[in-house]
Structure formats: structure tokens, C-alpha cells
């Protein structure tokens, strides 16, 4: 048996994929003579997963040799709709086929044919020689060549990972054979290839046609067989461009390809050629993977960093040091709340300073140094530090710049807290990531005191070097003032608020945990006595056998273990059998027990008062997080979950706590960005928006006419409209068909038509730059808007709709938020903000505070911006936060 296996790769599918996978860095990765890099190094590390999994013996990537082929000739229209390929992408395919030669691999292309029919006639000359086949590609069309012996990688995310198609996978995945593709391609057509097949004929319907009756050819053979109907009209009608759609759809396999398989020997790293590449590119990662220097003469290290140990002696040299200093508050643990420091460094320009010493926090010229707002500091994460620092007794204040919200604003795709790993992807290999230096899990650990010194000493650099990069591309991307005015200033604000916490009164939540015990124990006896046995209700497989086997009812889905009894399949069961609310309802109510009453009461801190985390730098949109605990998640639709908001209590008798609310704030967000008259309208006039939708769509005169069914529908609608939804989600939301959603939407656009606008120019937008943008310029990039997948690049234009809506609304509370603690500040109001959830803040006030926040807080997030129509705050008070809120 032949042991050879040749990869064959679409050269220009992954290296597009790969330009756009990292597109969102794309101004990071640049070399000294200002060459984007981004699609070379991602497609470098697309070779390092191909050819560690494959392990071939023979490789050729193949090229496109430019846009006329022997097809163009056939159809001129064929890709005739792709948008211009970018500048900053051309630029880089001369030096991704300079990559492939040396890293030992043949790249080939051909006048007048494309890269699909040098890999088909390759895979097939190959095939008939023995040999087994790979070919790596981003375009499905290519896995028309599955044989026994050639298997087609596809890339699903980006590309990192791989779908591998067999005949049995493909079988499984379409139910038609690999040539048969060629067909289903004909019939359908191809919007990315820009050809037509049949009008109206998809997938599905296309797959349904193929397994009756096998081919093109035989469905034409037996045409006038067909019953009449709408389709029939159009498979005669299209004949002619279904057989041309086939045409184009075929690769040629036999195309003059004048190599030989003896050509593609996969040779192997060309060291010679490599490392300068390497080095001209800036890719200090790759270079570290072969333990080559970046420099010849001189190679980055933790070890070279020359500090001075940090104690009584050293220390007057940093508190008179007049430059700029980054500083490094070290600890291993993620809950700072309560984490030891085990380290502390500082990076002057001129010398570095560290200590394994927490003890040197206790100097009061040092702490003095530290509080001093003129002493100008860089750090990594403000926040996590500033709170680390009060546990000791420690005010950190003058700081310039945050190298964690700087990285995050300019890639919120990219959103690792790890210093390392940040400072290698912006060229700087001198700082092993944290997983690798303490070790993970049960193996985590503080290393000898040595050894901790030089990573703190290269951690202090290291916020150096990056604070050289991100202040300049910040600036590039409009995003200096969403820096400097919110997120940083932000940042202080959340540590207040963490540190005061919110006190939780747990004789509230043992009540509540026995209440919950009792009412589980209830449900639990009634589900025992309508399945006539006892079980395991938390089984998935024993509460299967009870519903589909015992209790007959008709199964939905099946997965592999047995059949599902998931919450979605449970919800379309609910009819059928009484048993089945009792135990969606015995579910509810056990994850509020253990999941928040359990767990709140698990966080409750000495001081009587829970401690959040806010996570400024995890979501996409600008949201913020909250963990250990969760106080964003607490349940609001079961009053068993409401209930809960008993427990949070101000901090004294003879406090309440205040709630303000945002009235549909991201509604309002896009009455302003589409600037649709008649939705701005509605909102100047002060209407009930959800009814004001409802007596459009549903075509009535009067607001009044409105049930409140309409308005339930016109409330799904609006909500999903703002998420891009699809008329299949709204007609699973609100329980209608498909149709009547599909007229629902349309009916929607009719009315507002600026909105339909506005989400098509946001799509455009995301086509043409990558990203989108909020009012204040926070940027999302979108790789996947032009995945071929439908699926990602379906998303992709969800998330183009959605994001400046709903990261617009991120910055407004933001503002909120630090305008409204600079007057509790100014006015030396005892009243404190104790948290933010989603669209509501939460305070606490003595009682006689109460009528002064009624006034400033509405006031406060009212005017956060200007938008052109009037944002509207809603406020409550009470005892605790149920009695505020609800």
C-alpha cells in the first residue's frame, strides 16, 4: 500500500479567511516598512494545525492567477459580485508564497483556470497513483472530490478549526453524494460565485429533487412528469442556466497542469530562508517556537532586564523618579477581593524596581507616593489593582493609561487578561503568559524568589513597551476619548463600587432556601405520583424513560445519548401531559435554591455585604459583567426569583434603597442612529412604543384599538428587530407561523422605513471596513461578514445590526454612571452607588437623601448624552431592592 499523502490547500480561500479571521487586528500587525502582516501570520499558523495533523509527505498550495478564467469566458458575470479585494490584503499574497517556499512547500497557479481545478486535477492524478489526499480549503464547492481516498478539510471559524468530509460525513451532512454537489450547486446556484441556477430553488429544496431523481440530467429527463406547479415552471423556464450553473460549477480535473506529483515533495523548514523572513515580518512568536532569537545579537529575556530590589534603601529613587512609571500589583488568584499580593514592580525609564514584599505597602511616604495624583503611572488593569491596593491600606491614584481597556477598545474580540500573551501579540517576546510561568489547576504555583523577581521585573516592561503602541492606535481609531473619558474613569468608579459591596441579609435568604426546600419537596412528590414510581428527576436519561416510554408521550428530538428533555423540548410538551410544567417548574425552582440563594449566601463577606467583580472587558458591546457573584443574572420574570431582591438591604435602619431604570433605552438608541421619523415620533410624543408598533403593523386608526395580545406581538417584534431576528425566531418568539412573521417584519419596514435603512447601511458598513462603530466610536470587528458559511455570515450581519445599538447603550449608562459619581462626590451626598444591572442603577440612601437623588439621578442619566429623542428614566424606593423594584 502507497504511504504517501499529498495536502493540497486553496491558497487564496484560506488566505482570505485567514486576512479576515484576524482583521480586527490588522493595524497591530505590521513590520517596520509598514506592510500588514495579518494575513501572513494567520495563514502561517493555518500550515503549523495542516501539517501537525496531517502530516503529509507531499503538499501544494494552489493559487487563483487572477480573475478571467475559462468561466468568466462561459458567464461573464461569474464572482462578478465580490467586492473589491482590500489593498491591505493584495499586499500580502507575494509574501505568503515566499512563506510557502520557505518553509519547503510548492505553491502553483495557472493562466485561465482557478485554484478548485489545480487541486482536482492534482487530487485525482494523485488518487490514481495511490495516494491519500487532503485538500484544505474555506469553500465547500471543493468537497465535490470526496472519495474513499481524498478527504476535504473545510474551515467552520475562521481558521482554526476544520470540518472533515468523508463519503459517510457528507452522506450524513446533506444526504446526496459528493458529486452530486455538482448538481445541488446547478439548481440552487451560487450567490458568492454570482451564478443563477433555478428561481426559488434553495437547499432544501434542491436536496429534495436531487434524492428523487439522482441527477440534473434525469430531473429533466422526467420533467414533464412532474405535477404542475410554481416549481415546475421554473425548472422549465431556468433549463438553460441550470445546465450553464452545472458547467460552472464542475471542476475541471483535468487541466493542464504541468507539474508532477514528484514536484510536491513536502520538504521541510528552509531555516536559511525562514528565520530572516521571520524576522523581516516581526512574527517574534514564531521565532520563539524555534528558540531563535528576534535579534541576533541580542535576544529579549526576562532574564537581561537589569532591576534593583525594592526596599527602605531603594525606594527614595522611585518616589523621586519624575518620569512616567508603570507599576505591577502582582497576585495569582482572579478574585482580588480577596487575593494575597505576592509581588509588586515599577518601570521608570530609566530602571526598574521589584519586591516579593507586600509589607513595603505599610511605608507611608511610599503610600503617599502612590495616592500622589501628580505622579504620573502605567498600569495593566486599574481597577484590579486599585482594589488590591485598598485592601492594604493603599490609594492608587495618577494613573495615565490601562493596558488592558487600551487593548480591549482596539480588539473586543480579543479579550485575554493575560499581560503575556497581549505583550506577544504586539511584538514583545520578552514575558512568558501567567499559565505558563505559575501553571494551571492543581500544578499553580509561586516559583523561587528569583525567578518571581525577573517575570515582575518583565511585567513592568512590558507595560512599558505596549504603552508605546496603544495611545497612537487608539488615537487612529477616533477611540482616545472613549479611553480617556469613560472607560478609564469608569474603571475608578466600579472599583467604588466594589469595594463598598451590598449588603445581603442572610436570615432573608435561609428563610427563603426552606421555603424553596419545601416547594421542591412538593413538586418532587407530585412528579412521583403522575409517573407512578420514584426516580431521578435530575437524570436526563431516567426522566426520558418515564415521558417517552412509561408515559408514551411523542418525542422531539434525540441526541446521543437518548431522547432530549431539554428546556426547549419540554416547553412544546407542556400540553400534553401535566407532568411535564411540574417539572420544568421543579427545575426553576431548584436552580434559584442552590444556584442563587446557595450562592449568594456562599458570598457574603465578613463585613455583612456581597462584593461583585465587574468585568469591564469581557463583552463585545461595551456591557459590562458581573461575577462571583452574578448580580446582573438574578431571575426577574419568577416572583421566586424576584423574591431574592428582599435580601439586598442598605447598610442602616434608616436607609432605602433607590432603583433607576432606563425606559427602553436601546429602542431609543435606534430611533436615533436610523433617524426614522416616524419611530422618533412616538418617542417625542411620549407614546407606549410597543403599542404605537402594534397600531401600525396591525394597520389601526387609533392606539386605543389595541389588544393586549397586539401589543405583546408588536413588543417581540420590536425587541428582535433591534437583534436582526429572522421571521423562523420571531414565529418560534411569539407562537405564529413563519408567514404571518415574515409579514409581521415586513409590515414593521413598511412602517419604519429609516430602520430598514439603517440595518442594511450597517451591513454594507461591516462589509466594506470590517467592523461597526457605537456613537462614541467603540468598534466590533466582523470577520465572518464574509464567510461563505451562511450561518457565520449570517450572525455576522445580526451583530453588524445589533452591536451599535446595543454597545450605544453601554456607553450612555457608562456616562451615567461617572457623571452621577462626581455629584454624590461634589454635593457630599452620603448616598452610594452600590450596582449597575444591565439598564438600572442601584444606590443606597439615608432617608432624607431619598427626594434629593428622585431629582438628580433622572436628571444625571437623562442628559448622558444628546440623542434626538428624549431618553427616559423611571425611579423607585424602598426598604430593599424588592421593594424598590419588584
Known amino acids: 500500500m502507497n504511504s504517501k499523502k499529498l495536502v493540497l490547500v486553496d491558497g487564496n480561500s484560506i488566505a482570505f479567511r485567514a486576512f479576515f479571521a484576524m482583521h480586527n487586528v490588522l493595524e497591530k500587525f505590521k513590520n517596520a516598512d509598514g506592510l500588514h502582516t495579518n494575513a501572513i501570520y494567520a495563514f502561517n499558523n493555518m500550515l503549523d494545525l495542516i501539517l501537525s495533523k496531517s502530516k503529509p509527505t507531499d503538499m501544494l498550495v494552489a493559487f487563483d492567477a487572477g480573475k ?138 434542491g436536496l ?72 523581516k515580518l516581526n512574527f517574534r512568536s514564531f521565532l520563539d517556537k524555534m528558540k531563535v532569537p528576534f535579534d541576533p545579537n541580542h535576544m529579549e529575556s526576562q532574564q537581561q532586564i537589569n532591576y534593583q530590589i525594592l526596599d527602605a534603601t531603594t525606594l527614595p529613587d522611585l518616589i523621586e523618579t519624575t518620569t512616567p512609571v508603570s507599576v505591577v500589583v502582582e497576585m495569582i488568584e482572579d478574585n482580588y477581593h480577596t487575593a ?51 485592601r492594604y491600606g493603599a490609594i492608587l491614584d495618577g494613573v495615565l493609561f490601562d493596558v488592558l481597556l487600551g487593548s480591549y477598545l482596539l480588539d473586543v474580540n480579543d479579550n485575554s487578561n493575560d499581560l503575556g500573551s497581549l505583550a506577544q501579540t504586539y511584538g514583545y517576546s520578552g514575558l512568558l503568559p501567567d499559565i505558563e510561568f505559575y501553571g494551571k489547576g492543581a500544578r499553580k504555583a509561586v516559583p523561587q524568589s528569583a525567578q518571581l523577581l525577573e517575570h515582575l521585573a518583565s511585567k513592568a516592561a512590558a507595560i512599558r513597551y505596549l504603552q508605546t503602541k496603544l495611545p497612537e492606535q487608539l488615537r487612529q481609531h477616533d477611540q482616545d476619548q472613549l479611553f480617556e473619558e469613560i472607560e478609564l474613569p469608569l474603571a475608578q468608579v466600579l472599583a467604588d463600587m466594589e469595594i463598598d459591596g451590598v449588603r445581603v441579609d442572610p436570615t432573608i435568604l435561609y428563610k427563603m432556601q426552606n421555603q424553596l426546600g419545601e416547594r421542591l419537596q412538593q413538586l418532587q412528590n407530585d412528579i412521583y405520583q403522575q409517573a407512578g414510581k420514584e426516580f431521578n428527576i435530575n437524570s436526563s436519561q431516567q426522566l426520558s424513560k418515564i415521558l417517552f416510554e412509561d408515559l408514551g408521550l411523542k418525542p422531539l428530538k434525540k441526541t446521543k445519548t437518548g431522547y432530549s428533555t431539554s428546556v426547549e423540548v419540554l416547553e412544546k410538551l407542556r400540553d400534553q401531559a401535566p407532568i411535564v410544567a411540574d417539572i420544568l417548574n421543579y427545575r426553576q425552582v431548584a ?58 438591604v442598605p447598610k442602616q435602619a434608616d436607609w432605602e434603597i433607590f432603583s433607576s431604570d432606563y425606559s427602553q433605552i436601546e429602542l431609543r438608541v435606534l430611533a436615533h442612529l436610523s433617524g426614522d421619523q416616524n419611530m422618533q415620533q412616538a418617542f ?35 425587541f428582535g428587530i433591534v437583534y436582526g431576528i429572522s421571521d423562523y425566531g420571531l414565529a418560534k418568539n411569539i407562537g405564529i407561523s413563519r408567514t404571518e412573521a415574515a409579514q409581521f417584519i415586513q409590515s414593521y419596514f413598511d412602517q419604519y422605513p429609516d430602520v430598514k435603512k439603517y440595518m442594511d447601511q450597517m451591513v454594507q458598513l461591516a462589509r466594506e471596513n470590517g467592523y461597526v462603530e457605537t456613537i462614541m466610536h467603540r468598534r466590533r470587528y466582523l470577520p465572518d461578514i464574509h464567510a461563505r458559511n451562511f450561518n457565520l455570515r449570517s450572525f455576522a450581519e445580526r451583530t453588524a445590526m ?85
Not at 449568594?600 to 456591557?623: E, F, K
Open 68 to 205: 478571467t478564467t475559462f468561466r468568466t469566458k462561459m458567464y461573464a458575470d461569474y464572482k462578478g459580485n465580490r467586492p473589491h479585494t482590500p489593498s491591505e490584503f493584495s499586499e500580502q499574497l507575494p509574501c505568503i508564497k515566499e512563506l510557502l517556499t520557505a518553509r519547503g512547500i510548492k505553491s502553483y497557479e495557472l493562466a485561465n483556470y482557478e485554484a478548485d481545478d489545480i487541486i482536482g486535477t492534482m487530487a485525482r492524478t494523485a488518487q490514481k497513483q495511490g495516494y491519500q489526499v487532503v485538500v484544505v480549503t474555506g469553500d465547500r464547492d471543493l468537497t465535490q472530490l470526496v472519495t474513499d481516498q481524498i478527504t476535504v478539510a473545510v474551515t467552520i471559524k475562521g481558521v482554526s478549526d476544520l470540518e472533515f468530509y468523508t463519503p459517510e460525513h457528507f452522506q450524513e451532512k446533506l444526504g446526496i453524494t459528493p458529486e452530486q454537489l455538482i448538481d445541488l450547486k446547478a439548481l440552487m446556484g451560487d450567490n458568492s460565485d454570482n451564478y443563477p441556477g433555478v428561481t426559488k430553488v434553495g437547499e432544501k429544496t
Open 208 to 279: 429534495k429533487l436531487l434524492k428523487q431523481y439522482g441527477s440534473l440530467e434525469n430531473l429533466y429527463a422526467n420533467l414533464d412528469m412532474m405535477k404542475p406547479s410554481k416549481l415546475k415552471e421554473h425548472l422549465q423556464s431556468d433549463q438553460e442556466q441550470a445546465f450553464l450553473s452545472k458547467k460552472l460549477a464542475t471542476i475541471d480535473t483535468a487541466a493542464p497542469v504541468q507539474l508532477d506529483l514528484a514536484d510536491l515533495a513536502y520538504a521541510g523548514d528552509q531555516e536559511e530562508q525562514l528565520i530572516p523572513l521571520y524576522r
Open 340 to 390: 494575597p499580593i505576592i509581588g509588586l514592580a515599577f518601570a521608570s525609564s530609566e530602571q526598574v524596581w521589584v519586591s516579593d514584599d507586600a509589607g513595603l505597602l505599610a511605608d507611608a511616604s511610599f503610600k503617599q507616593w502612590l495616592q500622589d495624583a501628580a505622579k504620573a503611572k502605567y498600569v495593566f488593569d486599574f481597577k484590579r489593582d486599585y482594589v488590591a491596593l485598598h
Open 591 to 648: 436552580k434559584i435554591q442552590s444556584t442563587y440563594v446557595g450562592g449568594l449566601l456562599n458570598s457574603i463577606a465578613p463585613d455583612g455585604r456581597v462584593h461583585t467583580r465587574y468585568l469591564q472587558t469581557l463583552t463585545q458591546t461595551g456591557r459590562l459583567s458581573s461575577v462571583d457573584p452574578n448580580l446582573q443574572n438574578i431571575p426577574a420574570r419568577l416572583d421566586e426569583g424576584r423574591k431574592i431582591r428582599q435580601a439586598f
Open 684 to 718: 417625542k410624543e411620549n407614546y407606549d412604543i410597543h403599542a404605537h408598533t402594534a397600531m401600525r403593523i396591525f394597520g389601526l386608526d387609533d392606539i386605543a384599538e389595541v389588544t393586549p395580545n397586539m401589543r405583546r406581538k408588536a413588543k417581540a417584534t420590536n
Open 802 to 886: 445589533n452591536t451599535p445599538i446595543q454597545g450605544s447603550a453601554a456607553d450612555i449608562i457608562k456616562i451615567a454612571m461617572i457623571n452621577m459619581q462626581k455629584q454624590l462626590r461634589q454635593r457630599d451626598l452620603k448616598a452610594r452607588m452600590l450596582l449597575q444591572v444591565h439598564d438600572e442603577l442601584i444606590f443606597e440612601a439615608p432617608e432624607d437623601e431619598i427626594p434629593i437623588l428622585e431629582k438628580l439621578v433622572p436628571q444625571i442619566m437623562d442628559s448622558a448624552v444628546q440623542l434626538d429623542v428624549p431618553l427616559k428614566v423611571s425611579s423607585a424606593h424602598g426598604k430593599s431592592w424588592y421593594d424598590a423594584k419588584g
